[in-house]
């Protein structure tokens, strides 16, 4: 279940829709940074959305209409931000330590099946964004 989905468009659901995203916000109460565990439960349900979504829709429809935006407080680790940028960019992480976590956040797609999917979609907005903490 997504904390807000919003429809841009005509449309009030997935079939009707120009496009969508789909928002999880996440609070921490430490203020210490995170690593690619924090994400976990919420990339699996990005990848199960997909996976929804192409039960009755094309692959290419769902790249073109779907993106996801992750809103927490926590900051996220060095290691977190060149993961995720590795994997949307499609180049190589920069250590082990960023290896390690691209590799765990690709793994929880796979493992949902999907190949890597949710994080390189054709598009040219990236299809996981994340809002880092505002003070």
């Known amino acids: 279940m997504a904390d807000l989905v919003l429809y841009y468009g005509a449309g ?10 789909t928002a999880q916000f996440k609070y921490k109460l430490r203020e210490e940074a995170v690593s690619a565990a924090y994400l976990k439960k919420t990339i699996e349900k990005f990848s199960d959305t997909i996976i929804g979504y192409e039960k009755t829709s094309s692959a290419l429809e769902v790249d073109i209409k779907v993106s996801f935006i992750f809103v927490t407080n926590a900051p996220f680790s060095e290691n977190l ?9 499609g180049t190589p992480p920069s250590d082990s330590g960023a290896a390690t976590q691209a590799h765990n956040l690709k793994k929880w797609c796979v493992d949902r099946g999907l190949m890597d999917a949710c994080w390189r979609r054709p598009k040219t907005d990236p299809p996981i964004a994340v809002v880092p903490t505002q003070n």
């Open 81 to 89: 931000w060149d993961a995720i940028t590795s994997l949307i960019n």
């Open 12 to 21: 009030d659901n997935f079939r009707t829709c120009e496009r969508l995203e």
